[in-house]
T-cell receptor, first 111, second 113 residues
Framework: GQSLEQPSEVTAVEGAIVQINCTYQTSGFYGLSWYQQHDGGAPTFLSY????GLEETGRFSSFLSRSDSYGYLLLQELQMKDSASYFC????????????FGTGTKLQVIP | DADVTQTPRNRITKTGKRIMLECSQT?????MYWYRQDPGLGLRLIYY???????NKGEISDGYSVSRQAQAKFSLSLESAIPNQTALYFCATSDSTGAPEQYFGPGTRLTVT
């Protein structure tokens, strides 16, 4: 089976850096994705890591360690608009695009 | 215009009623998905379709059925709605190249009373 674990809530100050962790258990691993969802909105894709290491896209970076079954999303220079829920997701074993989502981390950015 | 659209956006229905949620996409993707989102439970896959002739159950398909009318259209039906099907429903698409990104519609908020 598939399971992912994320913190349920994180609070950080505007302008600061925050890290959202995700640990996973899967039978077969293809990669780790991250999605952002604002309240009442649709999830939107942020990043994908298939290999170990850090992937950077602007203020957001995502890291993967396959040996530790662990990844994180790093948000720098936090802005109020970054307040949202963030979900990690892993593909099903044997199904590259069929994914299991974590339960999400609600990030609150405060002034 | 939005690439993935869902209708209706909000629906209140009574227990035992049949209801259909519709999804259309203009992205030209072969792969389409229906998810359900409940507070604290994240997104859970109900059904998915990798092309018009391919329909597969996800992790929580009981009480739901789907129809893939065309490449661009994928409908979700609740044959006899029950209150614990009250949730936010999302349709999503992805292309067939293997890229991991899924594109989500705006969601349908369904309440079963």
């Amino acid at each position: 089976g598939q399971s992912l674990e994320q913190p349920s809530e994180v609070t950080a100050v505007e302008g600061a850096i925050v890290q959202i962790n995700c640990t996973y258990q899967t039978s077969g691993f293809y990669g780790l994705s991250w999605y952002q969802q604002h309240d009442g909105g649709a999830p939107t894709f942020l990043s994908y890591n298939a290999l170990d290491g850090l992937e950077e896209t602007g203020r957001f970076s995502s890291f993967l360690s396959r040996s530790d079954s662990y990844g994180y999303l790093l948000l720098q220079e936090l802005q109020m608009k970054d307040s949202a829920s963030y979900f990690c997701a892993v593909p099903y074993s044997g199904g590259y695009q069929k994914v299991t989502f974590g339960t999400g981390t609600k990030l609150q950015v405060i002034p | 215009d939005a690439d993935v659209t869902q209708t209706p956006r909000n629906r209140i229905t009574k227990t035992g009623k049949r209801i259909m949620l519709e999804c259309s996409q203009t992205k030209g993707h072969d792969r389409m998905y229906w998810y359900r989102q409940d507070p604290g439970l994240g997104l859970r896959l109900i059904y998915y379709s990798f092309d018009v002739k391919d329909i597969n159950k996800g992790e929580i398909s009981d009480g739901y059925s789907v129809s893939r009318q065309a490449q661009a259209k994928f409908s979700l039906s609740l044959e006899s709605a029950i209150p614990n099907q009250t949730a936010l429903y999302f349709c999503a698409t992805s292309d067939s190249t293997g890229a991991p990104e899924q594109y989500f519609g705006p969601g349908t908020r369904l309440t079963v009373t």
